[in-house]
Every structure is written in C-alpha cells, then in structure tokens.
C-alpha cells in the first residue's frame, strides 16, 4: 500500500510539474518574437472595416514574460491567461489590460478585453518579423 501511494505522488508530481502554460497558439505558432502593426480592425457605429497601419510601430514578446516596442509602450510584461487571453502590465503592476489574442498563419489579432474595451470593436493585426 506504500508503494502505490509513493507512486501515485510521484505521478502527480511528474504531471504537475509537465503542466507549464506554452507561448504557442493552437496550431502551434509561437507568440514569441517580433510583430509589425499591419491593421487595424475599426468601427464608427457603422459596419467595421480594416484600415492599414501605414507605420512601423512593433511589439516584442520575449519568452521571459517580457513585452517591449511601440505599440502599447506603456507595457513592460505580458502574462497568459489562458489560450485566448493575454495580460499586458506595466513595470509596477499598476496598470494592466486583457486582450483576446489569437495567432494564425503569422498572423496575431490582438482585441482589448478589459478593463478599457471597445464598444464597436476593434482589433490589432500584427504580422510576425523574426522569432
């Protein structure tokens, strides 16, 4: 009786420990890296429509939890919420925002989820540079 409960610890150790939150979308596209503004997804009351960026604006996520560029530059640390959701906070943890965020085809959408929100959408394109 000893040894099967020795064991099973030790499994829910193995698993627990295996269980880390990955900087990867579904399809297995990595978060990590340089990303270019492309568009942007806006609406007026109206229908929405994508409007290009016409910038070289960026945003850089680094593996370490670390965000940087010039896109939200008031961000210094990104967290992962879950799959779809990403925590961007700044240096002192006083001001934070949720985005919805999905990435395929080197491409990531990014939506403000809260606490600042928009009320006729929008979304962030961003295009992947370099990883």
């Not at 627990?16 to 009351?45: P, Q, V």
């Not at 395929?104 to 394109?125: I, R």
Request: hydrophobic letters at 35%.
């Amino acid at each position: 009786m000893k040894h099967l409960i020795t064991l099973l610890i030790g499994i829910v150790i193995i698993q627990s420990l295996g269980c880390k939150k990955e900087n990867t979308s579904a399809a297995g596209e990595s978060l990590n890296g340089k990303w270019k503004i492309a568009r942007r997804f806006m609406s007026n009351g109206g229908p929405g429509q994508w409007v290009e960026a016409n910038s070289n604006d960026y945003i850089i996520f680094n593996s370490n939890g670390k965000v940087s560029g010039t896109v939200y530059p008031q961000f210094t640390r990104y967290i992962l919420k879950d799959s779809i959701t990403i925590t961007l906070k700044n240096a002192d943890n006083s001001q934070f925002e949720d985005y919805r965020y999905k990435i395929k085809d080197s491409l990531l959408n990014m939506s403000p989820a809260g606490p600042v929100m928009c009320t006729e959408g929008c979304t962030d394109q961003f295009v992947k540079l370099s990883k």
